[in-house]
């Protein structure tokens, strides 16, 4: 069963978008020790020690609230999934103010691990409805810099059609890396 599910992902991978994408760019760009990274793609976060370098390959376009990608180098701390509960373990109604909590939680976390928010390098938000996530954007957004400043690592946003604990509406993972 392993193998032909390999097979089969392999076939349609192939017939992908993404395939045909990469298929317009020259194979030398998928070859790490060919690549260049023109300056104009890459900032370090400010205030940030040892600062942490976004990636964003040239010609794309800035992305909003989060990076395509981000390097850094030290010690890695790691956030499990974070719903939006206090302490006691109580829920607060609507997913904007359990989004407010849960990111409250990872920084407490990751205070645990001499950590802080601005040194979060990705992030990976389950939703279990995209429509209220989307309708609620612009308080998210709010929110989000509120708890978290204005930083914006690697994210992924994943509609999920429940989660283990029956009250949650959104889960936040998160790592983060404390430079050298």
């Not at 392993?2 to 017939?15: L, T």
């Not at 794309?60 to 890695?76: D, F, L």
């Not at 607060?92 to 849960?102: E, T």
């Not at 936040?172 to 430079?179: D, L, N, Q």
């Amino acid at each position: 069963m392993w193998r032909s599910f390999r097979v089969h992902r392999r076939a349609s991978c192939s017939a992908s978008s993404c395939a045909r994408w990469r298929a317009r760019i020259p194979s030398a760009k998928w070859h790490r020790e060919e690549t260049r990274v023109s300056e104009n793609t890459i900032r370090k976060f400010p205030g940030t020690p040892g600062g942490l370098t976004v990636l964003n390959p040239a010609g794309w376009p800035q992305p909003k609230g989060y990076a395509n990608g981000i390097k850094a180098r030290g010690e890695m701390v790691f956030v499990g999934g974070m719903v939006g509960w206090d302490e006691r373990g109580v829920f607060p109604h609507g997913l904007v103010a359990q989004i407010r909590q849960a990111l409250g939680n990872i920084a407490a976390v990751l205070a645990e691990g001499g950590a802080r928010p601005d040194q979060i390098v990705r992030m990976t938000w389950y939703v279990v409805d995209m429509e209220e996530y989307r309708s609620a954007l612009p308080e998210i957004g709010a929110v989000y810099r509120e708890v978290m400043g204005r930083h914006f690592p690697a994210m992924a946003l994943v509609e999920v059609k429940s989660l283990v604990e029956r009250e949650a509406r959104v889960e936040i993972e998160a790592t983060a890396m404390i430079p050298d």
